[in-house]
C-alpha cells in the first residue's frame, strides 16, 4: 500500500511533463502569432490614427502620438471644405465592381461546370491558358486598350472599367471554381437530369446552392481587385467615370502631400471592402479553406 502510494507522484509527474511541454510551445506559438498579425495591423492602424489628425500634426517627423484628434480630414474628404465631392467616385467605382464581379460569376460558372463536372477534351490545356492570361504585365495592354476606347468613344465609360475589370478577374473565378465544383458530386447532377433538368437548372438549383462557399469566396475577392484596380481607371477615365481609387490621388498635388486628409480617404474608400468581407467571413474561410484542403 505504501509502495503504490510512493510511486504515485513519480507516474504522475512524468505524465504532465510531455503536456507542460506542449502547452509551453502551444502559448509561445500564441504569442508569435499575437505579435506577427499585430505588426500586419499597424499600418493600417497608423493610416486610421492618422486621419483624425491634423495637417500639421500628420507632418511632423516623428510622428506624434499624442496630438489632438479632428475631424478636418473627413470633413475635407466630403466636401466640407468647398471641395470636389467623393460619391461620384464611390458609386462609380460601387457599380464597376459589383456588375463586373457579376458577369465574372455568370461566366465563370458554366466554364468551371465544363472544366471539372463534364470535363471537355484537352481541359488541362484550357486551364493553363487561362492562368497564361495573367502572366502578361498589365502596362503591355494599356496602350491596346487606350486606343481601342478613343477610336470606340468608350474613354471615360464606367461600362469600359465593367469590361475591362470582368476580363481581367474572369482567370482566376474559373481556377477558383473549378476546384470548388470538383467537389460537387455527379449524382446528384445525374438525378435532376433524370428528372428533367437542363443545363442552366442545374447550374441555379443544384450546382449553386452546393457550391455556395466556393462562389462567395470567389466573388469577394473579384470585388476586392475591381475596387483596388488604379491604372487602367486612372489612364481610361476623367471627370464621368472616375474611380475612388483615382480620386485618392487628387490628394497628391503640386502643393505637397495632404497626408491626414488622404489618410481619412483611404479609411472611407478601405471601408465598403472590410464590410463586405466581415459580412460573408464564415463563406469566405469556408471557401478559402476547401481549395487550400484540395
Not at 479632428?70 to 474628404?77: A, I, K, N, P, Q
Not at 461620384?88 to 458577369?103: E, H, K
Not at 504585365?137 to 464606367?158: C, R
Not at 465544383?181 to 433538368?197: K, N, T
Request: one cysteine or more; proline letters at 6%; aromatic letters at 10%.
Amino acid at each position: 500500500m505504501s509502495a503504490s502510494t510512493a510511486t504515485s507522484p513519480s507516474v504522475t509527474s512524468s505524465a504532465t511533463g510531455p503536456e507542460r511541454k506542449a502547452r509551453r510551445r502551444s502559448a509561445a506559438l500564441g504569442v508569435v502569432a499575437w505579435a506577427v498579425g499585430i505588426g500586419f495591423c499597424l499600418p493600417a492602424l497608423w493610416m486610421v490614427l492618422t486621419s483624425f489628425h491634423a495637417e500639421a500634426d500628420a507632418a511632423t517627423n516623428p510622428p506624434s502620438l499624442a496630438a489632438a484628434l479632428t475631424l478636418d480630414g473627413y470633413r475635407t474628404f466630403f466636401g466640407g471644405g468647398g471641395g470636389p465631392t467623393p460619391w461620384p467616385p464611390l458609386v462609380n467605382s460601387l457599380a464597376a465592381s459589383f456588375f463586373s464581379t457579376v458577369l465574372v460569376l455568370l461566366l465563370a460558372l458554366p466554364a468551371a461546370y465544363a472544366l471539372s463536372i463534364r470535363r471537355v477534351r484537352k481541359w488541362t490545356d484550357v486551364m493553363f491558358f487561362f492562368l497564361s492570361t495573367k502572366m502578361l504585365p498589365v502596362v503591355a495592354g494599356l496602350l491596346p486598350v487606350y486606343l481601342f476606347a478613343k477610336n470606340t468613344g468608350l474613354l471615360d465609360n464606367i461600362w469600359l472599367l465593367v469590361l475591362l475589370y470582368t476580363s481581367m478577374n474572369l482567370p482566376i473565378a474559373v481556377w477558383m471554381m473549378q476546384s470548388f465544383l470538383a467537389d460537387v458530386p455527379v449524382s446528384i447532377i445525374e438525378a435532376a437530369q433524370v428528372d428533367g433538368a437542363r443545363l442552366p437548372t442545374v447550374l441555379r438549383r443544384v450546382v449553386a446552392p452546393v457550391a455556395g462557399p466556393g462562389i462567395a469566396a470567389t466573388a469577394l475577392i473579384c470585388f476586392i481587385f475591381s475596387w483596388n484596380e488604379l491604372l487602367f481607371a486612372r489612364v481610361l477615365t476623367g471627370v464621368v467615370a472616375g474611380t475612388a481609387p483615382v480620386h485618392l490621388t487628387t490628394f497628391v498635388t503640386s502643393q505637397g502631400l495632404f497626408l491626414a486628409q488622404l489618410c481619412a480617404a483611404s479609411v472611407v474608400v478601405s471601408l465598403p471592402v472590410l464590410v463586405a468581407g466581415y459580412a460573408a467571413q464564415d463563406k469566405l474561410v469556408q471557401g478559402l479553406s476547401l481549395g487550400a484542403v484540395k
